[in-house]
């Protein structure tokens, strides 16, 4: 709570320097601390603006979209709705925000999301083996592979993203390597249905 | 599929209009369509030495009705917002304000000066609106007429009149005479005889005759009411020239000319003297010092006893442990809340979309449309900007603010692009119209507010379908309304079928505050 309290005081601050100066008595203050309009209280996810849970999310995960958003690598495919919702969100955004706001949401601590997805979570385990290669047989992540955790996320936007990537609405920028590789793996999930068992399985994971 | 209606059905469809009237009639009497209605005062109970505590959960307009309304009866209310200011959609843009869009804030640089002001919300009340303009009434803010309707505003299309703007009563005037001249000619006396007498036979004929203004024979051949040519004063006045029906029936725009104006849109319009917000200005003169501002809801947990709200202001995170709890927070923004919600609450709440409307304005270096006989009033483009408002305030002042592009139904094509693409496209868009517009206005300010602070979206949209409400919609608009436990009433526009209006969002307060009064009786009595 008090490295809540620090980074928050920081930001405040940091708010502060970023007023126009001539304007700086009468105009009202902003910072970047927007995430949790979007994204839920305490960053738990928003199915209502079909904004993923951040809580719990690895730093270096967040990081690299963030910079992908950013330098328009991820959400500009006219297709990705969701993705050019948060472009612009990120576009302004300096290293040193990143870094806050980065900070800020690792001090949310991970809550356990809702199942929302059906599918057949058996026939998506045997589908899963492909992607625990490089996700954790356990849906863990691996930060060496660049795979963030699947378990624990939103399964609402597990379904978004794996649709995205197959039609090539996210992930087919050149400098995106990780992205690619991971158009490159979605085409074995033929369809919705596909698509929605693996995520069941996922589901099944579990995290606490 | 489609069919031609032959002349005989026509005049059985003319008949069946009677019929409706008449059930309309009947309709009214069985209470099941509204009266004329009169601002009715609320009665609910003072509580005398009993304490209640309230939770209002965003600075809405109806936040704040719950707020003023429950405080006079002695609740102890707490008014939670999330952004730096109160009133939400009801947002008067004025010199130096911020307008907290996500991803793209921006400073007005309006000059200065009481009439230099944006409504980029809610922007005109029409005068059926009893219950929002008894609190006008009640709370002394100034109103003036907003013009809506203004038949020297102009029409522009590029498909038609080669792209040229046309005064909206060209427009009108050209399209009454030609619809006259087809009826009056499709109906012979024989034919009338059958469903009419003689006189009212005679009375339609005149009636479609001056509708239009037609000549001998019933001919259209054009029509002085669009005013001259030239002259008319010391001189005879040259008539204009008819418009082409051809060009008039090109595009979309002859429908608009003529019932773009009905409805709640429909004369006479009011707007409050210096900006929208001074609605929400008047409120807060009663109940400002119960809002906290940049004051988060996280967590809304409804139990037997009350509600426990948490909040997060000046980085602490508070709890509010209160009796009853109004939530104006936008659905789609409470489904991200922390919160124990029945299952069947929760779908109502992730079924309602986001409205998408968009708004923008221009500070005009010179009132050009007055020099254009205009004074208030809308142009109607057939283009993404869709519309030109001109300022009703401030005549034969220096500057004034000029709305630019409003676009009401699908406003995500403005909303996708850049903050100069937008300007760029309402520039291209007005230049149409007036051909100097580039040079004539100055500091853009855009309003997408699907992308706004603390609000994401503009209207509720309860409807999948346009026109019509399935009944599993209305099963779940009355399970959201409905409080939990009695405890935790969803109020805004939100939770009305006529979102978007703040009458809306006014009486979705009354109601919930009538349901609250009744349980509050049964309990003390």
Redesign the interface.
């Known amino acids: 709570m008090i490295r809540k309290r620090l980074i928050i005081s920081f930001l405040i601050a940091l708010a502060g320097i970023s007023i126009p100066l001539q304007a700086a008595e009468e105009r009202e203050p902003f910072d970047d601390r927007y995430c949790t309009t979007c994204h839920g209280a305490d960053g738990r996810g928003n199915y209502g603006v079909q904004a993923p849970r951040l809580a719990g999310m690895e730093d270096w995960y967040l990081i690299r979209q963030l910079e992908n958003f950013r330098a328009g690598i991820r959400g500009v495919h006219p297709r990705d709705i969701e993705g050019i919702a948060m472009r612009p969100m990120a576009a302004k955004l300096t290293d040193e925000s990143i870094t806050d706001i980065v900070d800020w949401v690792g001090s949310w601590e991970y809550l356990p999301t809702e199942v929302t997805v059906e599918g057949d979570a058996a026939a998506g385990a045997q589908l899963y083996s492909q992607c625990a290669t490089c996700h954790g047989a356990d849906g863990q992540g691996n930060e060496a592979l660049g795979a963030p955790a699947l378990r624990g996320q939103n399964d609402w936007y597990l379904v978004t993203q794996l649709r995205n990537f197959k039609q090539g609405w996210r992930g087919s920028d050149a400098q995106d390597s990780y992205g690619q590789q991971m158009m490159a793996m979605v085409q074995m999930l033929a369809d919705d249905d596909t698509i929605n068992n693996v995520v069941s399985y996922i589901n099944t994971l579990g995290r606490n | 599929m489609t069919r031609l209606v032959t002349r005989r059905e026509f005049l059985n469809l003319l008949g069946a209009t009677g019929g409706t009237a008449a059930a309309l009639k009947a309709g009214t009497a069985l209470g099941l369509l509204p009266a004329t209605r009169s601002a009715k005062a609320l009665d609910l109970l003072a509580l005398g030495s009993n304490n209640k505590k309230v939770a209002i959960l965003g600075g809405g307009l109806s936040g704040l009705t719950v707020a003023h309304e429950l405080g006079k009866r002695g609740y102890d209310c707490t008014v939670l917002e999330?952004s730096?200011?109160c009133g939400g959609r009801i947002f008067t843009v004025r010199h130096?304000?911020?307008i907290?869009e996500?991803?793209?804030?921006q400073?007005c640089e309006f000059d200065d000066e009481p009439h230099m002001y944006f409504n980029a919300g809610a922007a005109r009340i029409p005068t059926s609106h009893k219950q929002l303009l008894a609190y006008c009434k009640e709370l002394e803010i100034e109103l003036e007429v907003f013009v809506g309707e203004n038949n020297n505003a102009y029409m522009q299309d590029d498909g038609s009149f080669d792209g040229k703007p046309v005064r909206a009563n060209d427009y009108k005037t050209n399209i009454r005479g030609f619809l006259s001249e087809m009826l009056a000619k499709s109906m012979s006396a024989q034919q009338m005889d059958e469903p009419f007498t003689d006189e009212e036979a005679e009375n339609l004929l005149g009636l479609i005759r001056s509708f239009g203004d037609l000549r001998e024979g019933d001919l259209y051949q054009g029509s002085t009411r669009t005013g001259y040519a030239s002259g008319g004063y010391l001189t005879h006045g040259v008539q204009k020239d008819m418009l082409a029906f051809r060009d008039l029936l090109a595009g979309p725009m002859a429908r608009t000319a003529m019932t773009a104006y009905e409805g709640d849109y429909g004369p006479c319009l009011l707007q409050p003297k210096g900006g929208m917000d001074n609605i929400i200005a008047g409120f807060l003169r009663k109940v400002g010092e119960q809002v906290k501002y940049r004051a988060?809801?996280?967590?809304i947990q409804v139990n037997n006893d009350g509600v426990n709200v948490a909040y997060d202001q000046d980085?602490?995170r508070h709890q509010l442990e209160v009796d009853y709890c109004f939530n104006c927070i936008p659905?789609?923004?409470?489904?991200?809340?922390?919160h124990n919600f029945p299952g069947d609450y929760v779908k109502a709440?992730?079924y309602v979309r986001?409205g998408e409307a968009y708004k923008a304005a221009f500070q005009a270096k010179e009132r050009f449309w007055e020099k254009e006989d205009i004074y208030g009033g809308i142009t109607r483009m057939n283009n993404r900007s869709s519309e030109i408002w001109y300022p009703p305030h401030g005549i034969h002042k220096e500057k004034g603010v000029v709305l630019g592009a409003y676009d009401f139904g699908g406003g995500m094509y403005h909303t996708?692009m850049?903050q100069e693409e937008r300007i760029e496209a309402h520039l291209r868009d007005g230049e149409k119209v007036h051909p100097n517009y580039r040079n004539l206005v100055e500091k853009p300010v855009t309003i997408a507010w699907h992308?706004m602070?603390?609000m994401?979206g503009c209207a509720a949209r309860w409807r999948r379908s346009f026109r019509t409400w399935t009944t599993e919609e209305e099963e779940m608009y009355h399970t959201l309304q409905a409080p939990v436990n009695g405890r935790h009433y969803v109020i805004g526009d939100q939770m009305s079928m006529h979102s978007a209006w703040m009458e809306s969002a006014v009486l979705s307060a009354h109601w919930a505050m009538e349901d609250l009064d009744q349980r509050v009786r049964a309990e003390l009595a």
Do not use: P, Q, W
């Open positions: 999330a730096h200011r130096g304000d911020l907290d996500i991803g793209n804030r400073y988060m809801v996280a967590s980085g602490e659905t789609h923004l409470t489904v991200g809340l922390d709440l992730k986001r996708m850049s992308r602070n603390h994401l």
